[in-house]
């Protein structure tokens, strides 16, 4: 069976071992984790986590089942339709032009956040894809760290 | 009303209508065990390990249905707890499991007897619960209870930190329970069983594969009335035994590694499985992809993660057994000819008679075999066999005549030795009318020996056989067939005196070397009504046939010593 990239987002009552369970189910049963991001949702006591996982069908299916079994989940959404986010910040050196940097970063939704005595920071937020190009692009500019974030994502 | 913690788990299990608790105190579970000491509700049953504790409440829970509860300390006390919650978890038993915890201020702090009870325990409950305030302690011990006994069944642990037990707070027990992300589907979709009641109706040679769920939802009555509805012919798994009764005789016997040819030939030539509460465990299907080749699946279970897991099935139905089955009965009851399926009821008869689930038996010395058998004969269905681990295990499911669901008490998921003899005590306690014998090995009996105390101390007279062949068995038998006979660490001559054991702690041992030593240890174990080793001296090379070797065709079975292969 052929493997899939998927994004499964999990709601979760907003309890201090929940994120334990979620990712020690996927541990013990050697299911993939990509990416996973983790966030209460506001006015409420649930949590949303957004997992991108990789699987043939078998294994997609029975990670939705297994989640949906764990007592403190209320709802998995696994969806083809999901418009997806993620955001990475990366420092360049001061001595690398500010306005290439910009430019770059503007080209990917984004921007320039900080800038200091000896480093510029810029942050993206895009498709997972374009994030991957984005951090490609950055590399002609010497970076000196790159921070990646996982996927956030919404049904369509 | 205004108590403290301690007593208001032990309010909460009167109120669950507990009857027995089995455990062991410590300094973390203290408080609990002073107002056990001041409440005469529920009796209380000291073991001498916290695994036989577990055991025992697993045990209690398999042989009536109700949940087994054991209380166990923080730290040395919960982590030997663990292989008991394990064993209970792989076979989905309902059990509530309460572990004193350090104080809150403690946790996180390494104090003395911590460890993270929820961590370790996660992988191996249903569901675990640190109780951080006291004001949650009785929704969460309504909770445990519910969680434990409902849905696809099974262990919940709530462990309570020392300072919780001492506060003093309001008790009031929920009358209900209501966790909004915990919906267990019970009800099988009714489309779905009147594709699966047309499957059957179609079908040439359908088979019933019973599972452990059949027995857990209660329903063995149903599926005997299911299959005699169809003269569906039917295999049990190593959990199911019982269900279909042994005189049966659309029984074809238990499948899988260690099934009989009949079973297992079924399997292999069904053209629809009919999947109850079970859920196509390695030891049961052999080969995944050789597996079935010419079925079709309906597939019974409440737990949908099983469906679909390992077998690609046709007709999906979640759902508890014992309802779907009902509705399967209501849409077959007036359509189906039982006729139909004859000629294929006349190939299994002739599986059967080719090679029956049989032994040699010898004059010179006793086979292991023959004493389940003789067991069977003289108890039959006065008793309540449980069993250790090995090859004991697998004669016992093959040969004991075993009448009705819950008389057959072993550890098939997790396949822990030491198992049997504490979780007999636990059987005893629930059902003190029944004669409660434990079939065990010279290897396993050694793990758990000491409830050899326990049950003199509370005078429950559970009759463990050892079968004693001085090995380890089932290694033994993997090592010659496998391993070319290097018998590696699986040689235990070395051995107690099993009587004197038995004597030193109180019970009855008896040394058997023939079959009418037998009879008369067994009789005399009985009529004594006390705890009692009887240690037979049996065929040192016995090996559990047949057998289909890991990983091989479920088809392809070593049936006897000398035809190596069919």
Not at chain 2, 303 to 325: E, F, M, S, W
Not at chain 2, 542 to 557: D, K, Q, R, S, T
Request: aromatic share 8%; charged share 25%; with cysteine.
């Amino acid at each position: 069976m052929a493997e899939a990239r998927r994004v499964i987002s999990i709601l979760v009552e907003n309890e201090s071992s929940v994120l334990s369970r979620v990712s020690g189910l996927f541990a013990g049963r050697g299911y993939n984790i990509e990416t996973l991001t983790v966030a209460p949702i506001p006015n409420s006591n649930r949590s949303r986590i957004t997992i991108v996982t990789k699987g043939n069908e078998r294994i997609l299916e029975q990670i939705t089942k297994q989640l949906h079994k764990l007592i403190p989940v209320y709802k998995v959404v696994e969806h083809e339709e999901m418009v997806e986010k993620e955001m990475v910040m990366v420092k360049f050196p001061i001595e690398e032009s500010l306005a290439d940097i910009q430019a770059l970063c503007e080209a990917y939704n984004g921007g320039i956040v900080n800038v200091d005595i000896d480093m510029i920071i810029g942050m993206v937020a895009d498709e997972p894809n374009r994030v991957k190009h984005f951090i490609e692009a950055s590399r002609r500019y010497n970076p000196l760290e790159t921070v990646r974030g996982g996927v956030v994502a919404i049904e369509r | 009303m205004k108590m403290n913690g301690a007593q208001m788990v032990c309010e909460a299990l009167i109120a669950e209508g507990v009857k027995t608790v089995f455990g062991y105190p410590g300094g973390a579970i203290m408080n609990v065990y002073d107002e056990i000491y001041k409440q005469d509700s529920f009796e209380h049953i000291l073991n001498r390990h916290e695994q036989a504790s577990v055991h025992a409440a697993d045990g209690y829970a398999r042989a009536t249905g109700e949940v087994g509860v054991a209380m166990v300390t923080s730290g040395p006390g919960f982590t030997n707890a663990v292989t008991g919650l394990a064993t209970a978890y792989m076979d989905s038993i309902p059990m509530v499991v309460i572990s004193g915890q350090v104080p809150l201020a403690l946790i996180g702090t390494d104090g003395f007897q911590e460890i993270d009870a929820i961590g370790i325990s996660r992988p191996c409950t249903k569901h675990n619960f640190l109780v951080r305030e006291l004001s949650d302690l009785p929704r969460i011990m309504k909770e445990a209870f519910h969680i434990a006994r409902s849905g696809r069944p099974g262990p919940v642990l709530v462990d309570i930190p020392k300072d919780i037990t001492a506060e003093f707070g309001n008790f009031v027990y929920p009358q209900s329970v209501n966790i909004e992300s915990y919906k267990p589907t019970v009800k099988g979709n009714k489309r779905q069983i009147e594709k699966a009641v047309d499957a059957i109706l179609k079908a040439k040679k359908p088979l019933l594969y019973i599972g452990g769920g059949v027995i857990l939802s209660n329903a063995g009555d149903l599926v005997r009335k299911l299959a005699s509805v169809g003269q569906i012919p039917a295999v049990e798994t190593l959990m199911a035994r019982g269900v279909m009764g042994a005189k049966n005789p659309l029984l074809q016997g238990m499948l899988g590694m260690h099934g009989n040819y009949a079973s297992n030939m079924a399997m292999s030539e069904t053209d629809l499985i009919i999947a109850l509460g079970a859920r196509f465990d390695d030891r049961v299907t052999g080969k995944l992809s050789e597996f079935a080749r010419y079925a079709d699946v309906i597939h019974v279970d409440i737990d949908a993660a099983n469906i679909g897991k390992l077998v690609d099935v046709d007709y999906p139905i979640v759902g508890d057994i014992k309802g779907v089955v009902e509705q399967l009965i209501l849409g077959l009851e007036s359509r189906i000819n039982p006729d139909r399926y004859s000629d294929w009821r006349e190939v299994l008869h002739r599986y059967n008679d080719l090679y029956p689930q049989s032994f040699e038996d010898s004059d010179e010395v006793i086979k292991p075999q023959w004493v389940i058998e003789r067991v069977g004969e003289l108890l039959g269905d006065r008793a309540i066999i449980t069993s250790d681990v090995g090859q004991h295990q697998m004669w016992t499911a093959q040969h004991y005549p075993f009448d009705r669901p819950r008389q057959w008490i072993n550890s098939g998921g997790l396949g822990t030795m030491g198992f049997g003899f504490p979780a007999a005590i636990g059987a005893k306690k629930g059902c003190p009318d029944k004669i409660v014998v434990n079939f065990t090995g010279d290897g396993s009996i050694l793990m758990n020996m000491q409830e050899l105390v326990t049950a003199s101390e509370y005078k429950i007279p559970v009759i463990n056989i050892i079968l004693n062949n001085n090995f380890l068995g089932m290694v033994r038998q993997w090592q010659t067939f496998f391993y070319d006979e290097r018998y590696s660490e699986t040689d235990l001559s070395y051995q107690p005196n099993y009587k004197a054991v038995a004597e030193a702690c109180g019970g009855i041992g008896y040394d058997v070397t023939t079959k009418e030593e037998f009879d008369t240890a067994l009789n005399d174990a009985i009529a004594k009504d006390r705890v009692a080793f009887i240690n037979v001296a049996v065929s040192r090379f016995e090996n559990v046939l047949p057998m289909v070797p890991a990983g091989g065709a479920l088809y392809n079975m070593i049936l006897s010593d000398k035809s190596e292969e069919k």
